[in-house]
Nanobody, 124 residues
Framework: QVQVIESGGGLVQPGGSLRLSCAASGRTFSNYAMGWFRQAPGKEREFVAAISYSGRNTYVADSVKGRFTISRDNAKNTVYLEMNSLKPEDTAVYYC?????????????????WGQGTQVTVSQ
């Protein structure tokens, strides 16, 4: 049984930082790409960042480029999303997902297993 569990969300002021973590179990973690998506109220789920199985290739959405960094530790079966210079428009539920592939798709259809999400709120 595959499990994907996010943690690290919370309330932060504009300009602040948060680090999200995502632990996956049930499959050989190092074989699969991982991704982060987010969904704000009334909006569709959107791609945030993805990382290939080895960590060699990473991709981030233009809206977060230069502020967010994705990384992974295959020894710990964990992927991270470091978020800096947070803006109110970053407020959303953030979802971690495990791909069916080793490469890192940006389309949510490329992901088979999803976590329950963690809320990130950027506000004064």
């Amino acid at each position: 049984q595959v499990q994907v569990i996010e943690s690290g969300g919370g309330l932060v002021q504009p300009g602040g930082s948060l680090r999200l973590s995502c632990a996956a179990s049930g499959r050989t973690f190092s074989n699969y790409a991982m991704g982060w998506f987010r969904q704000a109220p009334g909006k569709e789920r959107e791609f945030v960042a993805a990382i290939s199985y080895s960590g060699r290739n990473t991709y981030v959405a233009d809206s977060v480029k230069g502020r967010f960094t994705i990384s992974r530790d295959n020894a710990k079966n964990t992927v991270y999303l470091e978020m800096n210079s947070l803006k109110p428009e970053d407020t959303a539920v953030y979802y971690c997902a495990q791909s069916t592939l080793g490469r890192a798709p940006q389309n949510p259809d490329g992901y088979a297993y999803w976590g329950q999400g963690t809320q990130v709120t950027v506000s004064q």
